[in-house]
């Protein structure tokens, strides 16, 4: 372990130096979490447009004939305008939301300084990482605004459908272009990312830092960079793909034979399962990426707030070795009915199950912590412990879509939106929220409101189990997914009281989300003084100031002296032992 | 506090809607579908009281174990207790999935019996077509240019071939009840799929490739097939029904479609 490198660090002059083109990574990790903080606000916005659609198909809303001329005529959505909405609604929350927040967001902020170094390993490649995600997000939103709109082939974009331009549908021209244009450039993007990440955690830890000796936060960060190194390259290849087929005559994904609208397609010798394989290889390891900063926080605040250390540190460890390890081999899974080799199912699905484990050796050791401990209930407490509760939900429905004899029935049913929205759209959505609680201090200098951010929670932690709990219903009664509307089924007629009450619970929750930012955008301003450590917590940010100096320890190199999680300690003056304390007690 | 009666009583809610099938799958028509809901009831049960343990025993550590002064008990964790829940969830976990291996291997590792009834399903933007090669037993060649939807031939049917004069098509999919019957499933665009629910059975429907997928259908009745892949704006107007009828109904159909040629 090479101690840490000297970044000759002056502190920065001028406006555009300091917020916008900075090379500090504090400010970098905000300008991350406000990129997505208002990506989640265009994804929250376009899921209730969809949730109002599927339920009220046929009224008209003249804001609609406003917004979308074409989409909209009449001021009722057309289908390809439902579509292209629900598109756009996971390809942002997933990319713009999920991979950034968690990530790139609080990982940028708080690795460096949870293993006391002055700043990430390549600064300027930081910079580069935050503005070229931007520039990606920019792309994504023009879509909405060039001729034929957003593409209309769902997020995972399978083609033959996403290859073959307008013909196959409305948005299948420039949008879809656009779309993927947007994607390649994100992965360009998060490679630059997971290079610092994996270099920092590996070359700058502090003396004393060992790896054993990390928060768990770390272990999540570096593998989901690791993750991430390897997925995006792969999505970027298949991305590459997909535009020289559309544009250049291509046909990985094209066989022949193809007659779309009265044209016969010049294309032959491509698999649309091709683009699958390649896609669903980033794509496993995606939906890891997006939940396992949010396990790091979560163990961090449970432990923290329980006065207790986390229990089973080094099985946590192993856990997220293995689901990174394992999130590799499962991709399959999503492909059950796809036409790939049947005997190829028994082998993801064994996969499948395996990854269960170690995320239940997660959750156990989540309620370990919490046994005997001395819980202390704020707010971000209150996030972190709401997190376990919607992992375990979320998680059990894998247990049924892991086994394709199930798959038969399940596969692109609500009951595979119920699983992905209970685990990414919510139990990561809390990770955010309970890191955005524990850390606001810190990053702000000021603490967020308790009263309000307890009001937040209790809504929006009962306003999704409205939401999504009734999806599964939705799909042992067989309610495909991806439908703009019901209207042509028998079987769907008596689906509607449910689907309604999952649309109010969306207006609802969506409303909720006011009190959030009416507490962040008021406590950044006006929030009381934060002392250096309001949460009495053990980590290396706690010791220095609330917000912290450009360079993070005052030109000082902190030395480790034990884990991250020594709460309680028997004998010790004070209920917990900070990781830079020599003190008396013996160091782990 | 607060969170946890909160918890219990969604986790009591969801637990009761599930075993009060008050939504609830159709009644199967096949005995794969029996064999399906059995392998459903058996991870429900499993899965339903994981979950049931875990948001009680949640609820339990917070109302427990909130903070009123004095230390927490300083562990770092029990590698037996580890080992125990570890070994407990894999066997589960793997368990289940090995016990449906045999539904899985009866859909895709099987070839349909050699008496099964040959229909060629044909998937495209936005509608379904079906094909029966009639007594000769055999289909009839059809070539891509010569698909006219509008014109009654959808699959391209070559007139000039012999073996498609009793060839019949239709916009859904009739089979006799008690048989085996084999499908034949193409694509002329993008992605579709071909779904019945009360058959427990589902497949993908790819361009570019010729996908065998056999079933039985037991129980004559009408049966909606909505299509469950995204292929474009009128997904979710794709929609053909399976009419299973009594082998004595079914022929009867058959010779009069004959007749009508």
Known sequence: ?588 | MLLAPIIWVLTVIICYIFAAHTWWFPPPISAHGMDYDAQFTRTLVITGVIFFVAQFALGYAIIKFRDNGGRASYTHGNNKMEALWTSATAVLFIGLVLMGTKIWASVHFTEAPADAMPIEVLGKQFAWNFRYPGPDAKFGHTDIHMVNDQGGNPFGIDSKDPASKDDITSGSLRVPAGKPIKLILHSQDVIHNFFVRELRLKQDIVPGMEIPFHFQADTPGTYEVPCSELCGLGHHQMRTTLIVLPPADFDKWMKEQLAAK
């Open chain 1, 1 to 588: 372990m090479s101690s840490p490198t000297a970044h000759a660090h002056h502190a920065p002059q001028g406006f555009i130096r300091k917020y916008v083109f900075s090379l500090d990574h504090k400010v970098i990790g905000i300008q991350y979490y406000f990129l997505g903080l208002f990506s989640v606000l265009i994804g929250l916005t376009l899921s209730v447009l969809m949730r109002f659609h599927m339920v009220y198909p046929d009224v008209k809303v003249s804001l609609f004939e406003k917004l979308w001329p074409v989409g909209a005529q009449g001021g009722i959505m057309t289908p390809e305008l439902y579509l292209s909405l629900m598109t756009m609604h996971g390809t942002i929350m997933v990319f713009f939301v999920l991979t950034t927040v968690p990530q790139s967001g609080f990982g940028n902020y708080f690795l460096p300084i949870q293993i006391g170094a002055e700043d990430m390993a390549f600064p300027v490649l930081n910079m580069m990482s935050f503005w070229t995600t931007f520039v990606a997000l920019v792309v994504m939103v023009a879509a909405f605004f060039v001729k034929g709109g957003a593409p209309l082939a769902g997020w995972t974009g399978y083609p033959p459908l996403s290859a073959l331009g307008p013909v196959s549908g409305p948005g299948e021209g420039t949008g879809q272009t656009l779309w993927i244009v947007s994607i390649a450039i994100f992965c360009f993007a998060s490679l630059m990312g997971a290079i610092n990440f994996i270099a920092t955690t590996i070359d700058l830890r502090a003396k004393g830092m060992t790896l054993m000796r990390m928060p768990l936060t770390c272990w999540t960060w570096l593998v989901t960079a690791i993750l991430g190194l390897l997925g995006f390259a792969v999505l970027l290849s298949a991305g590459v793909l997909l535009v020289l087929d559309r544009e250049a005559g291509t046909s990985f994904f094209i066989p022949a034979g193809l007659l779309v609208s009265d044209q016969i397609q010049n294309h032959k010798g491509g698999s649309p399962l091709l683009w699958q394989h390649l896609f669903w290889f980033f794509g496993h390891p995606e939906v890891y990426i997006a939940i396992l900063p949010g396990m790091g926080v979560a163990s961090q605040l449970l432990s923290t707030f329980s006065r207790k250390p986390i229990f089973g540190y080094r099985a946590m460890v192993f856990a997220i070795l293995a689901i990174g390890f394992l999130g590799f081999l499962v991709w399959g899974h999503h492909m059950f009915m796809s036409g790939m080799s049947p005997y190829s199912a028994l082998a993801f699905s064994v996969l499948t199950m395996c990854i269960g484990v170690p995320s239940a050796i997660k959750t156990f050791n989540w309620i370990g912590t919490l046994w005997g401990g001395k819980i202390r209930f704020t707010t971000a407490m209150m996030f972190a412990l709401g997190f376990v509760s919607l992992f375990v939900s979320g998680g059990i429905s894998g247990i049924f879509l892991g086994q394709p004899a199930l798959d038969l029935y399940f596969h692109d049913t609500y009951f595979v939106v119920g699983h992905f929205h209970m685990i990414m759209g919510v139990a990561a959505i809390f990770g955010m929220f309970a890191g955005t609680f524990y850390w606001f201090p810190k990053m702000f200098g000021r603490m967020m409101n308790e009263t309000l951010g307890k009001l937040h929670f209790y809504l929006s932690f009962i306003g999704v189990y409205a939401i999504f709990t009734p999806m599964h219903f939705l799909g042992v009664a067989g309610n495909p997914r991806r439908y703009a509307d019901f209207t042509n089924y028998d079987f769907m007629n008596p689906l509607m009281p449910i689907h309604k009450f999952m649309t109010h619970a969306a207006y609802f929750t969506a409303a909720v989300q006011i009190i959030f930012l009416i507490n962040l955008f008021w406590s950044i301003k006006k929030g009381a003084r934060a002392t250096e450590n309001p949460w009495e917590a053990t980590t290396l940010e706690w010791t220095i100031p609330s917000p912290p100096p450009f360079d993070n320890f005052g030109g000082k190199h902190p030395v480790v002296y034990r884990g991250a999680y020594e709460y309680g300690v028997p004998g010790a003056d004070k209920d917990y032992i900070m990781q830079n304390d020599p003190a008396q007690t013996p160091a782990h």
